[in-house]
């Protein structure tokens, strides 16, 4: 009798740890299963948008964006030998949600103060079908004091922008996200407005290994009626092609854009489609 006890004993604490095995190896299918998505985009930027993705915690990113001049004629190489734009930025990720980020650019001396917040990722169960993240900026004109008029103020040379994204990968190849945004400018001159609204849509489509196609399309809207003497946006498409490593990423692209901070391109672009309208670009990312 007490060697049948025994084995029993044996079976049972066997059976416990079998099923506590079970439930482990359960909890970390489940966990892994309820952890983001794999690589939904390359990069924090979708040739001049923003996209979902943000910096891992603790980790740097130093991005450059270049644009070149109208693309016009062969005596300035389409554009490459005309007057450029460009901006130098770094990012950091103070969680793996948080991110931080500071970026000068050429034109107009503009200087980024930046903060992007993953409000939720999307999963790979399935329980979180998207990803939703916040993007915001203070900008700084850094032009000289003159240009603001008599009555100036530091307060003129601030503008802001904020953006909600919405983006989901819809599979291992395509990654698509549409966002609204809203830019502000504390001073502008008659001929512009104060607020605009925007609404982007914009895709990533891996053709092969680390080689992928990516777009986008942004529609500006003035919130109050556009007066005769008034300019009014244009809208602006981008197509490209990106190539990445675990380390860099580079995209190479044509869009209507020449400026480079978000609220700029959004209020202040009167390139059209037609003629002279598209400019060559890219953009580099390094990872640390």
């Known amino acids: 009798m007490k060697r049948w006890n025994n084995i029993q004993i044996r079976i049972s604490i066997l059976s416990m740890l079998l099923l506590l095995s079970a439930g482990i190896s359960y909890a970390q299918e489940e966990e892994e299963e309820d952890r983001p998505v794999r690589s939904p985009w390359t990069t924090g930027v979708l040739i001049d948008n923003q996209t979902t993705l943000t910096q891992t915690a603790k980790s740097f990113e130093f991005r450059i964006h270049h644009r070149f001049g109208a693309i016009k004629e062969m005596s ?6 005309a007057a450029s734009n460009i901006r130098l ?3 950091y990720g103070i969680t793996d949600k948080l991110m931080i980020g500071f970026g000068t650019e050429k034109y107009n001396k503009m200087q980024e103060f930046c903060v992007k917040y993953n409000i939720f990722p999307q999963t790979r169960s399935g329980k979180m079908p998207v990803a939703l993240t916040y993007f915001a900026n203070a900008v700084i004109d850094a032009r000289s004091e003159e240009l603001f008029g008599k009555d100036y103020s530091f307060s003129k040379r601030m503008s802001y922008f904020h953006q909600l994204m919405i983006a989901r990968k ?11 945004s809203y830019s502000h400018f504390n001073a502008v001159d008659s001929t512009w407005q104060n607020d605009y609204v925007g609404v982007f849509v914009g895709g990533r489509y891996n053709v092969y290994n680390k080689m992928s196609v990516i777009f986008e399309y942004t529609y500006p809207f003035s919130i109050k009626e556009v007066e005769s003497f008034q300019n009014e946006p244009k809208p602006n498409l981008g197509l490209g092609l990106e190539f ?17 901070i978000a609220q700029k391109n959004l209020a202040y672009n009167l390139n059209d489609m037609g003629d002279g309208g598209w400019r060559f670009g890219f953009n580099i990312t390094v990872r640390f």
């Open 170 to 180: 819809f599979s291992k190849k395509i990654s698509l996200q549409t966002a609204v």
């Open 89 to 91: 930025g770094v990012n």
């Open 244 to 260: 990445s490593t675990s380390t860099h990423a580079f995209q190479l692209f044509a869009a209507q854009y020449d400026n480079i």
């Open 76 to 81: 300035d190489l389409f554009g490459i030998y």
